[in-house]
Structure formats: structure tokens, C-alpha cells
């Protein structure tokens, strides 16, 4: 009987781990789809902010000229941190969107726009 017990407390153990690390790769795969996911929205949701607040000084293709300087390779002289301060505050002819956009629609356009070389 006791022998009985024995395995059956193991077997419950061994199911027990079994399940938990089931879990734990459903968990990690979940993470890795949930990081792609927000890999590609954040990339959508910065092309949609900069078409309807950036693009009609700062051009279609990031070109510039259109009464504010080329963004195309703003990622090799300015850091995340640093575009993202310009864009809070603005900077010259440059308005301020502090006020308009998230704090996270700013991270999202300058995220985007560091990635610019
Ligand atoms: C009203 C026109 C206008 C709009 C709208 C505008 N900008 Fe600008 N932006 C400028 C001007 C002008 C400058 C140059 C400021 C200076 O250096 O004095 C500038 C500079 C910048 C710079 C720094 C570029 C550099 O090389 O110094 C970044 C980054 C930038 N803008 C991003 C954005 C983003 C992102 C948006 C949309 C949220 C935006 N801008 C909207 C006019 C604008």
C-alpha cells in the first residue's frame, strides 16, 4: 500500500513538472510572437503619425525641403533619446508635439526615425 502511495505521489510530481514547463514554452513563444507584433505596429503606427503630423514639412520620403530638413538619415546623427526631444519640444522652425501626441506616439516616431541611416 504504501509502495502504491509512493508512486502515485511521484507520478503527480513528475505530472506537476510536466505541465509547468509546457507552460513555460507556450510562455516563451507567446513572448517572441507578442515582440514581433509590436515590432511591426510600432513601424506602422510611426509611418501613420508621420504621414499626418511630420510629412508636410519633412516630405513623402523623409526628404525634407519642404520647409524642414531630410529625416533619411537622422538615425546616424541623432540618438532615439535625442529625436525624441525634438519632438516633444520642437527646435527652430519646429513645432512642439508634447502637446499633441502620447508620450508613446513620440517613443514610436522616434524609435522609427533612429532606425533611419
Ligand atoms: C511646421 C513644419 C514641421 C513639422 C510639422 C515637423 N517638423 Fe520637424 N523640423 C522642422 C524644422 C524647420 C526643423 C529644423 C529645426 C532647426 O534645426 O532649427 C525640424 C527638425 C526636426 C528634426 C531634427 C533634424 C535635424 O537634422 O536637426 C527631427 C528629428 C524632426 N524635425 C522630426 C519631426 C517629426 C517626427 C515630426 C512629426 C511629429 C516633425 N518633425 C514635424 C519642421 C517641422
Redesign the pocket.
Known amino acids: 500500500m504504501d509502495m502504491y502511495k509512493g508512486y502515485v505521489v511521484m507520478l503527480c510530481a513528475f505530472l506537476f513538472i510536466a505541465v509547468l514547463s509546457a507552460c513555460g514554452s507556450e510562455a516563451a513563444v507567446a513572448h517572441d510572437e507578442a515582440d514581433d507584433q509590436l515590432h511591426m505596429t510600432n513601424n506602422d503606427t510611426a509611418e501613420t503619425?508621420?504621414k499626418n503630423?511630420?510629412l508636410?514639412?519633412?516630405g513623402v520620403e523623409l526628404e525634407g525641403g519642404?520647409?524642414?530638413?531630410?529625416?533619411q538619415h537622422?538615425g546616424s546623427?541623432?540618438t532615439e533619446e535625442q529625436?525624441a526631444a525634438?519632438?516633444a519640444n520642437g527646435?527652430?522652425?519646429?513645432?512642439a508635439?508634447g502637446r499633441r501626441?502620447s508620450e508613446s506616439e513620440?517613443q514610436s516616431?522616434?524609435k522609427w526615425?533612429s532606425e533611419h541611416h
Open positions: 503619425l508621420y503630423q511630420c508636410s514639412c519633412h519642404r520647409s524642414g530638413p531630410g529625416l537622422i546623427t541623432m529625436i525634438i519632438i527646435k527652430g522652425g519646429m513645432p508635439f501626441l513620440i516616431l522616434a526615425l
